[in-house]
């Protein structure tokens, strides 16, 4: 009786709470026992119970929380597993058949080059060369444009066909891309367009040359050319892929490129023909903008001088960080060359007169 005592006492847990009097509102504090947990010992069921309770404990070690015996889940576990060997097995067996018959049609005796036929090499060199050579024309072909003609041929007589032809780039040269998460996309129309495309349409062949796609280029040249001034629209698959950018090569353009001039933002772009671009400052909404002024006076003066090859003016510009600032300097100097040249040569011939300020304010010589 006295060891159940002792273990009883062991095992409960005093507690103090207040009472107050409402009268004195004096505190006085009790201790009184708690038990946690209580377990019962018979002296003559003892180890039977000990043993229950060792059944027990294995029991609940062998059982997982959903109700299950481990055993069977790690059964269920190692078949999952041999499925999904089993599943990948076939997956990479089709994937691999499906790559042997696409490169078997590729390097097909039909489709090989044939200045490939005095090869005296052994037939695995022989065929592993034109499997080379048969994926490299196929990550070559899905770089290349759609269409080796990017433009149609031009207008014969009676009908007009402009002397020269203008690229433009859309994004950051006519609008500008903005997005916010209230709005989402949206672009911005850059100060003086309809004043810039109604005086250049008057002596320039007006195309949109972009990387964009042309499920938004489409749309958005739409709206912006009320007037549907710009005649051509290109757009991504007419580009080269080339070191990881997407290049515009006039070469396939169908025009003569002495009469090309390609104004773009970005340098990466018109790498390929660098003589034929006018490189400008990207254009970041600034509504008080002036540059499209500038650069319609640039291409008219182009113009109306009857420049044969084009290359040669936009050779000296491309050394400049903004050229049409250049452009503009340089017209104010010929404008008071010019006033000079009227008061002290009044008697040499205009044609003469002109060609050297030509010469001099518009090709940098």
């Not at 739409?222 to 070191?243: C, G, H, P, S, W």
Request: aromatic share 12%; proline share 4%; hydrophobic share 35%.
């Amino acid at each position: 009786m006295a060891q159940i005592l002792f273990r009883g006492s062991r095992l409960c847990r005093p507690f103090s709470f207040s009472v107050s009097c409402y009268k004195c509102q004096s505190r006085e504090y009790l201790r009184i026992p708690q038990f946690s947990s209580l377990k019962f010992y018979s002296l003559q069921t003892g180890s039977k119970s000990a043993d229950n309770t060792l059944d027990s404990v294995k029991q609940s070690e062998q059982t997982d929380l959903f109700g299950s015996n481990n055993d069977e889940r790690q059964k269920e576990k190692e078949k999952a597993i041999k499925n999904l060997k089993i599943g990948f097995f076939f997956i990479g067996a089709s994937v691999f058949m499906l790559l042997s018959g696409g490169l078997f049609v590729l390097i097909s005796e039909d489709d090989s080059d044939k200045s490939k036929e005095n090869d005296n090499s052994i037939y695995p060199v022989r065929l592993c060369k034109r499997g080379y050579s048969a994926v490299r024309n196929f990550f070559e072909s899905m770089r290349a444009p759609s269409y080796d003609t990017l433009l149609p041929d031009p207008l014969p007589y009676p009908y007009y066909q402009p002397k020269y032809t203008l690229l433009l780039e859309l994004n950051d040269l006519l609008i500008h891309p903005e997005w916010t998460y209230s709005t989402g996309w949206r672009f911005k129309k850059r100060p003086n367009v309809d004043h810039f495309l109604e005086r250049v349409s008057q002596h320039y062949e007006i195309v949109v040359f972009t990387a964009s796609n042309g499920f938004n280029v489409y749309p958005i040249v739409e709206n912006l050319d009320k007037n549907q001034l710009i005649m051509y629209k290109l757009v991504k698959n007419a580009t080269d892929y080339i070191d990881g950018h997407h290049v515009k090569n006039l070469e396939r353009l169908n025009r003569d490129l002495s009469k090309v001039i390609m104004v773009d933002c970005d340098e990466r772009s018109v790498k390929i023909q660098r003589d034929n671009a006018l490189v400008l400052p990207k254009w970041e909404g600034d509504d008080s903008d002036q540059q499209l002024v500038q650069l319609a006076e640039f291409l008219n003066v182009v113009a109306t001088n009857e420049v044969e090859d084009v290359r040669e003016v936009l050779a000296y510009y491309k050394q400049f960080n903004n050229p049409l600032e250049i452009f503009a300097e340089n017209q104010r100097k010929l404008l008071e060359l010019q006033e000079e040249q009227r008061q002290i040569t009044e008697n040499l011939p205009i044609n003469k007169t002109r060609d050297s300020l030509k010469g001099k304010f518009l090709y940098g010589k």
